[in-house]
């Protein structure tokens, strides 16, 4: 079986071609350097996806905070993260980059604040 996929990590984005036995990669083509490759098959075994979200701020100049995974999550996670990005409230004063939740459903990702929010 053959799959066709665009490369993300670079500014190539390479059109990959891939042959497939069921997870198996057998052959990649169209991959201009080794990180389509990686991707590649990161893709096709343990596809993972960086989580942006808000979270509500407790006495802060603003509401919310913008936060982000560290780094990406398995995809069949994603709805358990949100759980648990939901679920806090953070008080301000918050810095940029300030880990919110460590370690996540013990993903070995940390959630952070992309935004810093002063104190009212």
Known sequence: MNREMTCIICPNGCELTLELEGKVIKKIIGACCKKG????SQEIQNPKRTISSLVKVNNGEM???SVRTTIG????KIFDVMKEIKNIQIDAPIKIEQVLIHNVLGLGVDIIATKSIDKK
């Open 37 to 40: 490759i990686a991707y590649a």
């Open 73 to 76: 999550v398995p995809k069949g």
């Open 63 to 65: 509401p919310l905070v």
